[in-house]
């Protein structure tokens, strides 16, 4: 699989599981039992579909985790800024730095 593919692929993933574990949230704290059952009915759908597209190519996902782990990461800190209205903080942003070095570090090591 030729690595724009395999990028976009992982991207969607993590799109896929911060979008699941933010509506399951939604539905956590909706106001009523309507509310909270089709925040988890559509989270249960959209965590299905991350499941689905990130085991489905013919991929060695440990080979991939390292990019996959700062995608998911920097997904996660867009919904949660722009969803939940949470500004990272230093040190969360000091961590995500030392998530990303890591993710490149794996990349590297996987090239050769």
């Not at 509506?23 to 106001?31: F, K």
């Amino acid at each position: 699989m030729k690595l724009p593919v395999t990028l976009v692929l992982l991207f969607v993933a993590a799109v896929l599981e911060a979008g699941g574990d933010a509506l399951v949230r939604n539905g956590l704290h909706a106001a009523t039992g309507l509310s909270r059952f089709r925040f988890f009915l559509i989270g249960a759908a959209v965590l299905f579909a991350y499941g689905y597209v990130v085991n489905t190519p013919p991929w060695k996902f440990g080979d991939l985790l390292g990019v996959y782990v700062v995608l998911f990461f920097i997904t996660a800190q867009l919904i949660s800024y722009f969803f939940f209205g949470i500004t990272p903080t230093k040190t969360l942003l000091l961590g995500g730095a030392f998530i990303v070095i890591g993710g490149v570090i794996i990349s590297i090591g996987n090239s050769n």
